[in-house]
């Protein structure tokens, strides 16, 4: 089983649509969960970072944590052709771990 | 220049050459990052570096070699590649403090590398 699974899409959506991204990873030493967003040819750029269950927002995006279950998301609210881009979740034990990504869910928002 | 940066963002090397990839980062970090970036697969964590001592290196081939000089510089020397090497190599860092990582990484955009 791999640590994080990630459905790499595509997933097409119309502008102005609700997204829902979503990883579930099998470890649960996992404490810290991170998304991550990368446009064609450049590196990822941290998104959303948190530690506990439950929500976290800044603007548009809200990011959802549920240990018992082991699953993160990531929603997008009118979501606009510049959040066209892979989203990564990314998840840590902390420490001296690196990350551990998911494969990535690439996105495309239709004008 | 702001953040972290790498050099060169795209190499062409045959498999007997020896090439440097150089990361450099302006964020007063003290952990910096090596991971790899191949088509269809997720990002895999290489080596760790934490103020110059490499931490874990994550069962990477002898034939990637890294340095770090001091806490904003890290290097990957690469020698004698296989095709299947060719991937997006990009570097990170975080803040470290009292021996433990901030688990916020901060990514420069990637060297493209192509191994013929």
């Known amino acids: 089983q791999k640590e994080v699974e990630q459905d790499p899409g595509p997933l097409s959506v119309p502008e102005g649509a609700i997204v829902s991204l979503n990883c579930t990873y099998s470890n649960s030493a996992f404490q810290y969960f991170m998304w991550y967003r990368q446009y064609s040819r450049k590196g990822p750029e941290l998104l959303m970072y948190?530690?506990?269950?439950g929500n976290k927002e800044d603007g548009r995006f809200t990011a959802q944590v549920d240990k018992s279950s082991k699953y993160i998301s990531l929603f997008i609210r009118d979501s606009q052709p510049s959040d066209s881009a892979t989203y990564l979740c990314?998840?840590?034990?902390?420490?001296?771990?690196?990350?551990?990504f998911g494969k990535g869910t690439h996105l495309i928002i239709q004008p | 220049e702001t953040g972290v940066t790498q050099t060169p963002r795209h190499l062409v090397m045959g498999m007997t050459n020896k090439k440097s990839l150089k990361c450099e980062q302006h964020?007063?970090?003290?952990?910096m990052y090596w991971y790899k970036q191949s088509a269809k697969k997720p990002l895999e964590l290489m080596f760790v570096?934490?103020?110059?001592?490499?931490?874990e290196n994550n069962s990477v081939p002898s034939r990637f070699s890294p340095e770090c000089p001091n806490s904003s510089h890290l290097f990957l020397h690469l020698h004698t590649l296989q095709p299947e090497d060719s991937a997006l190599y990009l570097c990170a860092s975080s803040h470290d403090s009292d021996g433990r990582y901030s688990e916020t990484q901060y990514f420069g955009p990637g060297t493209r590398l192509l191994v013929l």
């Open positions: 964020l007063g970090h003290n952990a």
């Open positions: 948190t530690y506990s269950s």
């Open positions: 570096y934490n103020f110059k001592e490499q931490t």
């Open positions: 990314a998840i840590t034990r902390g420490g001296a771990d690196g990350l551990t």
